[in-house]
C-alpha cells in the first residue's frame, strides 16, 4: 500500500523542529506511506509558501518571533478552512483561541511518538486528498489501484481479482491474505465470504445471504457469519458518519 500527503511545519526552535521531523517520519514508516514534510521557521514564511501551495494538515508553534501561531492560524482558516491544523507548544494557555479557529488537535511539547501517531491516524481519516494505493503485478505488468477504487476482489484458485468502481477488472496471481497484506488494515475493507472481500464504502445494502454494492454487483455472504458481518458493516456506517460530523463540527 502507498499514500501520499503534503504537511507542513511552522517551528522556529531547531529542537522541537527535528523532534517532529524523528516523529512523522516514524509515523510514516510503520503505515507505509510518504509524507512530504515541509519546515517553516516563522509565520510569515508558510504564508507566503501558501500563496502557491496548500498544505492538509499544518503542525504550528504558537509562541514564535514576529507573528504568533494563534495570528497566523487565523490567516491559514480565511484562506482554507479544511485544513487540519494541530497546534504544538509549551502550555495550556492559547487552547481556547486555538479551538476557536477550529484547530484539529493541541498538542504540549515535548511531542511524543504516540502524540503524533493517533492526530496524523484521526487526520488521514478526515483528508480525501490521501490517496492510498496498493500495486498489482498483473500479465508482466506492475499496476497501481487506488483503495477507494476497488469495488470487490474475488479469489479463484491461485489468482485474485480486483473490481474498480470504473469497471476494471485486475487479475493478480495473489493469496487473499497476500491483498489483506498489500491494504494494510485499511478499515474499509470487509470479508463477507471464502475468496469475496468488499469496499465497505460501495456497499449499498446488506441483507441475509447477501451483500449489494452500489453499481449492483451481488456478492454471497456467509451464511454462518451473516449477523456479524452485517453488523460490522452498520458498526463501519456509525462510526464513518461521527467522524464525519466531528470533523465539520470542527469547521
Not at 494557555?93 to 486555538?98: E, F, G, N, Y
Not at 494505493?133 to 500479465?139: G, Q
Not at 480486483?162 to 495473489?174: H, N, P
Not at 471464502?194 to 456497499?203: P, T, Y
Request: net charge neutral; hydrophobic share 35%; charged share 25%.
Amino acid at each position: 500500500m502507498g499514500s501520499t500527503i503534503q504537511i507542513a511545519v511552522v517551528e522556529d526552535e531547531p529542537g522541537y523542529r527535528k523532534q517532529l521531523d524523528a516523529c512523522l517520519r516514524e509515523f510514516a514508516r510503520l503505515q507505509n506511506c510518504e509524507l512530504t514534510i515541509n519546515f517553516f521557521n516563522s509565520g510569515e514564511s508558510f504564508l507566503k509558501a501558501m500563496e502557491s501551495m496548500r498544505y492538509p494538515v499544518v503542525f504550528l508553534d504558537i509562541y514564535m518571533g514576529g507573528m504568533s501561531g494563534i495570528e497566523t492560524a487565523g490567516i491559514v482558516r480565511e484562506k482554507d478552512r479544511n485544513c487540519v491544523i494541530v497546534f504544538c507548544t509549551t502550555d495550556k494557555d492559547q487552547m481556547s483561541k486555538a479551538f476557536s479557529l477550529h484547530a484539529f488537535d493541541y498538542i504540549i511539547k515535548p511531542v511524543t511518538q504516540e502524540q503524533i501517531t493517533r492526530v496524523m491516524t484521526d487526520a488521514m481519516k478526515m483528508l480525501p486528498d490521501v490517496q492510498k494505493y496498493i500495486t498489482l503485478k498483473s500479465e508482466g505488468q506492475n499496476i497501481s489501484v487506488l483503495n477507494s477504487d476497488i469495488m470487490t476482489a474475488v479469489t479463484d484458485g491461485h489468482y485474485i481479482t480486483v473490481q474498480t468502481k470504473q469497471g476494471k477488472r485486475v487479475t493478480s496471481r495473489l493469496k487473499m491474505s497476500g491483498l489483506l497484506e498489500l491494504l494494510d488494515n485499511d478499515e474499509r475493507f470487509l470479508i463477507v465470504n471464502r475468496g469475496i472481500l468488499v469496499n465497505m464504502d460501495e456497499v449499498a445494502s446488506m441483507q441475509k445471504g447477501q451483500c449489494i454494492m452500489s453499481d449492483g454487483t451481488k456478492c454471497p455472504i456467509k451464511s454462518t457469519d451473516s449477523n456479524a458481518i452485517i453488523q460490522s458493516w452498520h458498526d463501519y456506517c456509525f462510526k464513518k458518519l461521527r467522524a464525519q460530523q466531528e470533523f465539520t463540527a470542527r469547521k
